[in-house]
């Protein structure tokens, strides 16, 4: 089974403050997502990496930045947190290629005070 | 026009019916196509994935997709109270080599 685990279920930030989402999946996978998820709004692609070291732009990049140093392991960093970055942050991998279904982590609740 | 459609609802349904949950895409060329179940407060779970014109059967769910008519849709046959949750529709484009798009998802209550 594919497991996708998350640094924190809840955390909680002041407004300011660098925080640091990390992910790691143990299947080998080539591809990884950050999202956010907002009542009303949906799931929103922030960043995805395709490959160590690359990364691309998603739907909603401002204000977040990533890095994938190794191929298991994709970090979500705000710079500088912001009340309107409160929301569900849920991390997903992927093999790629022909197997597009994505697994998710079991999400961070951040809430920036 | 969104890229993927879903009726937000919510979809009620008696305990032991039948559920239909309907998605439309906009990509003609979209290849995959795949259906999440969402408890509150909990991240999405992939339930079914789809990849060609019929119907995929696996235990008391079925997915149908229809190409031509750009819909997917999922069955859930004897419905339970834990099937309650929000369902979402998604899709890989065929412009897109590994990323998918979410519809907004459908939410389910049955009721006993």
């Known amino acids: 089974d594919v497991k996708v685990t998350q640094s924190s279920r809840y955390l909680v930030k002041r407004t300011g403050e660098k925080v640091f989402l990390e992910c790691v999946q143990d299947m080998d996978h080539e591809n990884m997502f950050w999202y956010r998820q907002d009542p009303g709004l949906g799931l929103r692609l922030i960043y995805f990496s395709y490959d160590v070291k690359m990364k691309e732009k998603g739907d909603i990049p401002e204000g977040y930045s990533v890095s994938r140093e190794k191929k298991e392991r994709f970090s979500l960093i705000l710079e500088s947190a912001s009340t309107n970055q409160t929301s569900m942050y849920l991390c997903?991998?992927?093999?790629?290629?022909?197997?597009?279904?994505?697994?998710f982590g079991p999400g961070t609740r951040l809430t920036v005070l | 026009q969104k890229e993927v459609e879903q009726n937000s609802g919510p979809l009620s349904v008696p305990e032991g019916a039948i559920a239909s949950l309907n998605c439309t895409y906009s990509d003609r060329g979209s290849q995959s196509f795949f259906w999440y179940r969402q408890y509150s407060g909990k991240s999405p779970e992939l339930i079914m994935s789809?990849?060609?014109?019929g119907d995929k059967e696996d235990g008391r769910f079925t997915a149908q997709l229809n190409k031509a008519s750009q819909y997917v849709s999922l069955l859930i046959r004897d419905s339970q109270p834990s099937d309650s949750a929000t369902y979402l529709c998604a899709v890989k484009p065929r412009s897109s080599a590994s990323k998918i798009i979410f519809g907004s998802g459908t939410r389910l209550s049955i009721r006993p």
């Open positions: 789809i990849y060609s014109n």
């Open positions: 997903a991998s992927t093999r790629g290629g022909s197997y597009n279904e994505q697994f």
